[in-house]
């Protein structure tokens, strides 16, 4: 029943931004919890930030804390990745996913998944 759609990916310089957001539909967005998830070519999908159902608490991966900014907007029921100050290294596609459960870094745990975006960074 839930889908979400990510949008927002594209190609950007080393040292830029870009914004992406994960449209929410089909239940109750703010029952659940939200993260960011990427996997690059050939390398293993990796956690990169998760937000409450609440928006009160957010958590990091250690490769893109300081850069990266996780927030939601219950009302639109959107999530959004600010990603400032990019690197090569980030270049993935991005998936948002839901969590019916509490906030967490486990891709497993997460119930719903988008198709992804693509960020791409130059050098």
């Known amino acids: 029943q839930v889908q979400l759609v990510e949008s927002g990916g594209g190609l950007v310089q080393a040292g830029g931004s870009l914004r992406l957001s994960c449209a929410f539909s089909?239940?109750?967005?703010?029952?659940?919890?939200m993260g960011w998830f990427r996997q690059a070519p050939g390398k293993e999908r990796e956690f990169v930030a998760a937000?409450?159902?609440?928006?009160?608490?957010?958590y990091y991966a250690d490769s893109v804390k300081g850069r990266f900014t996780i927030a939601r907007d219950n009302a639109k029921n959107t999530v959004y990745l600010q990603m400032n100050s990019l690197k090569p290294e980030d270049t993935a596609v991005y998936y948002c996913?839901?969590?019916?459960?509490?906030?967490?870094?486990?891709?497993?745990?997460?119930?719903?998944w988008g198709q992804g975006t693509q960020v791409t960074v130059s050098s």
């Open positions: 996913a839901a969590d019916r459960g509490s906030l967490t870094t486990e891709a497993l745990s997460y119930d719903y």
């Open positions: 089909g239940r109750t967005f703010s029952s659940y919890a």
């Open positions: 937000i409450s159902w609440s928006g009160v608490s957010a």
